[in-house]
Nanobody, 117 residues
Framework: QVQLVESGGGSVQAGGSLRLSCTAS????????MGWYRQAPGKQRELVAT???????NYADSVKGRFTILRDNAKTTVYLQMNSLKPEDAADYYC???????????WGLGTQVTVSS
């Protein structure tokens, strides 16, 4: 089992920045990819960014050049640095971890990001 705890959400004005953190505990050795997804009211959950254990990253087109995903050397914490925030970035942001060995996707409870224009 893997537990994920997010932090760092909040309210900012458009153009501002926020940094989200997600710390994993439990069977962290089994985790390969970690990432962030978001869900706005009335919309489906969508991928924001992912990073593999080897450091390969993937970003949604809508956040490229503005968001950066980072993973610490211990592989237990993943960060999402969000710059130049737009009102359309407002959503609940969820941390995700994938364990290939157990073929399981784990989710955090989410953290809310509000961006005012």
């Amino acid at each position: 089992q893997v537990q994920l705890v997010e932090s760092g959400g909040g309210s900012v004005q458009a153009g501002g920045s926020l940094r989200l953190s997600c710390t994993a505990s439990g069977s962290i050795f089994s985790i390969n990819t970690m990432g962030w997804y978001r869900q706005a009211p009335g919309k489906q959950r969508e991928l924001v960014a992912t990073v593999t254990r080897d450091g390969a990253t993937n970003y949604a087109d809508s956040v490229k050049g503005r968001f950066t995903i980072l993973r610490d050397n211990a592989k237990t914490t993943v960060y999402l640095q969000m710059n130049s925030l737009k009102p359309e970035d407002a959503a609940d942001y969820y941390c995700n971890a994938h364990s290939p060995s157990s073929r399981t996707y784990y989710w955090g409870l989410g953290t809310q990001v509000t961006v005012s224009s």
